[in-house]
């Protein structure tokens, strides 16, 4: 057992950075008045992702899940290491090709489907090539038309 290593994710998150963290320089020696009720700023990976190396990124490609407010071209934040429960918004690998559908399981059966009604559902059948992918925790939407163009550039 000495010999086995356990390897982390180097980021730990910034749940202990406080306002006495950041370093202020001015020629007085004073700091600003406001400086002591300076907060830290919203660490989007501390607040949106459990579990780092299990997750990444995925843009959504058509209007399948629009019902639940995911449209073309969001930004989905995927975990791995959550495990698909009933009415779970998943990535499948279904028969060669990656979709977005909401997962349903009732005893044997298992139902992929979308939020649109030009969709019809998935039945997982016994031969049928089905893997999950991870399950959606997130779903960033961009409103500024300057960020669309921004990020269509990229």
């Known amino acids: ?3 086995e290593q356990l390897f982390n994710s180097a980021y730990r998150g910034t749940k202990n950075f406080t306002q006495h963290n950041v370093v202020t320089a001015n020629a007085t020696g ?3 008045a406001t400086d002591d009720f300076m907060e830290r700023g919203i ?3 501390e607040r949106l992702i459990m579990n780092k190396p299990a997750t990444y990124f995925f843009r959504m490609n058509g209007d399948a899940m629009e019902g639940v407010g995911i449209f073309d071209q969001d930004i ?3 975990d791995r290491s959550v495990k698909a429960s009933n009415g779970s918004i998943i990535i499948a ?4 090709e990656l979709i977005v559908r909401r997962f349903e399981k009732s005893f044997n059966k298992i ?4 939020e649109h009604k030009k969709y019809k559902p998935i039945l997982i059948e016994e031969f049928t090539q089905f893997l999950c992918w991870g399950v959606v925790t997130c779903a ?3 409103m ?3 960020l669309i163009v921004f990020n269509a550039n990229k």
């Open 1 to 3: 057992m000495d010999d």
């Open 30 to 32: 004073f700091g600003a």
């Open 43 to 45: 660490d989007l990976d």
């Open 76 to 78: 989905l934040i995927v």
């Open 93 to 96: 690998a279904l028969d060669g």
């Open 111 to 114: 139902q992929l489907t979308a």
């Open 140 to 142: 960033i939407h961009l």
């Open 144 to 146: 500024d038309k300057s």
